[in-house]
């Protein structure tokens, strides 16, 4: 398994481990935890992926996805049940709602206000509220201000933790070239060389390079 792979797996975890601690589960095997863990990134990818392929068939003009994109996506996954298909809906001449109304139901639902309050984003009862605190972050930017010694993400630059990176020259030291750019020049220029004395080569006529044509 490759680092980046290991790196989200390793960011999917705690999300998976609040929502199986809101129901109810309070320990699991590691195996286990990584199997969900991978499931989940499965699914994640798969609705990402289906959410293009819709942009890109709906307006291949503008392939930016929209929430109808998404809709068609979560229908593909199986998210929206029951509900029916499209032929049916189009035999009923009504528009089947039931599958989108319990995706509502469950995300406005104390299912995943549970979910919500497990992971600090709702305060629990009795807890001192305070208004500049209502926001709060979330686990990945309060662990990153907590291992971060000056309270900055510049450590983090450049990296898929941080922000992107400003451009700037490699200098190579030690060498005819002082930049990728140029070392990259000078490659070419040598591999057109190479080409133009192959061809002068193969142009010589095969009379001149047969011994047996030539008075000596």
């Not at 975890?13 to 863990?37: E, F, K, M, N, W």
């Not at 990134?41 to 109808?68: C, F, I, M, Q």
């Not at 933790?161 to 070392?183: F, N, Q, Y």
Request: proline share 6%; hydrophobic share 40%; charged share 25%.
């Amino acid at each position: 398994m490759s680092g980046p792979q290991n790196l989200h797996n390793a960011l999917l975890r705690p999300p998976i481990i609040q929502i199986l601690r809101a129901a109810g589960y309070h320990s699991t095997r590691p195996s286990v935890l990584d199997t969900i863990a991978d499931l989940a990134a499965r699914y994640l990818l798969l609705l990402g992926s289906s959410t293009a392929e819709h942009a890109a068939n709906s307006h291949p003009d503008d392939p930016v996805p929209t929430l109808a994109d998404i809709q068609l996506a979560l229908e593909d996954a199986g998210a929206f049940r029951p509900q029916m298909r499209d032929f049916e809906e189009d035999w009923c001449r009504e528009e089947d709602m039931r599958g989108v109304d319990a995706f509502l139901t469950w995300f406005t639902g104390p299912a995943n206000r549970e979910i919500q309050r497990i992971a600090g984003f709702i305060p629990n009862e009795g807890d001192v509220i305070d208004a500049d605190l209502l926001e709060k972050e979330d686990f990945l930017t309060a662990m990153k201000k907590k291992h971060s010694k000056t309270g900055e993400e510049s450590r983090y630059a450049g990296t898929v933790l941080g922000k992107d990176a400003d451009d700037h020259p490699v200098l190579i030291e030690g060498g005819a070239a002082t930049s990728i750019g140029e070392w990259n020049s000078q490659v070419k220029s040598q591999v057109a060389y190479a080409e133009s004395i192959s061809s002068t080569i193969s142009s010589v006529p095969s009379s001149l390079s047969d011994p047996e044509g030539m008075d000596i």
